[in-house]
């Protein structure tokens, strides 16, 4: 298992840093471009969601964390956190926007590209928790 934890102050400069960061460290895991580019857009979204919603106002200490766990052969779980105003888990929509919508695509798209969605609140922090399975042939010789 591998254990990689990024962390920024999220403003979306940042935000879109630690998607690109985290897609790097994951190439040297990862042969399927697409699955990358799904993941690269899942947490570019996640991450931008943090930096969007997550705080009332833009602080230098507001914080953005992604952790990311790695089990070869297995899966990827990506842990996006912070310690803003939180999601009301009960008011999450995972359903498509109409499509003259504005936004509210973010869940739907992170949900459908990945194969578990979870939403925890430990002691202040809130965190998503994301889960990608990898097919063999999606894993990276060594």
Same mark, same amino acid.
């Given at each position: 298992?591998? $254990?990689?934890?990024? $962390?920024? +102050?999220?403003?979306?400069? !940042?935000?879109?840093?630690?998607? $690109?960061?985290? &897609?790097?460290?994951?190439?040297? @895991?990862?042969?399927?471009?697409?699955?990358?580019?799904? &993941?690269?857009?899942?947490?570019?979204?996640? *991450?931008?969601? +943090?930096?969007?919603?997550?705080?009332?106002?833009?602080?230098?200490?507001? $914080?953005?964390?992604?952790?990311?766990? &790695?089990t070869p052969g297995?899966?990827i779980v990506f842990?996006i956190a912070d310690?803003?105003?939180?999601? *009301?888990? !009960?008011?999450?929509? @995972?359903?498509?926007?109409?499509?003259?919508?504005?936004?509210?695509?973010?869940?739907?798209?992170?949900?459908?590209?990945?194969?578990?969605?979870?939403?925890? +609140?430990?002691?202040?922090?809130?965190? &998503?928790?994301?889960?990608?399975?990898?097919?063999?042939?999606?894993?990276? !010789?060594?």
């Amino acid at each position: 298992m591998h $254990r990689y934890v990024l $962390r920024a +102050v999220p403003t979306p400069e !940042k935000s879109r840093e630690v998607a $690109r960061k985290a &897609i790097t460290i994951l190439q040297d @895991f990862i042969e399927d471009e697409n699955l990358l580019h799904d &993941i690269d857009l899942v947490l570019t979204e996640g *991450c931008s969601n +943090v930096a969007r919603h997550a705080y009332e106002k833009d602080e230098d200490c507001n $914080r953005l964390e992604l952790t990311i766990i &790695i089990t070869p052969g297995e899966h990827i779980v990506f842990e996006i956190a912070d310690w803003g105003k939180g999601l *009301c888990s !009960k008011s999450i929509d @995972f359903s498509m926007p109409s499509p003259e919508a504005v936004g509210g695509r973010g869940m739907f798209i992170m949900s459908e590209l990945m194969d578990s969605f979870e939403h925890i +609140v430990d002691e202040g922090k809130n965190i &998503i928790r994301l889960t990608r399975k990898l097919k063999e042939d999606q894993w990276r !010789k060594k």
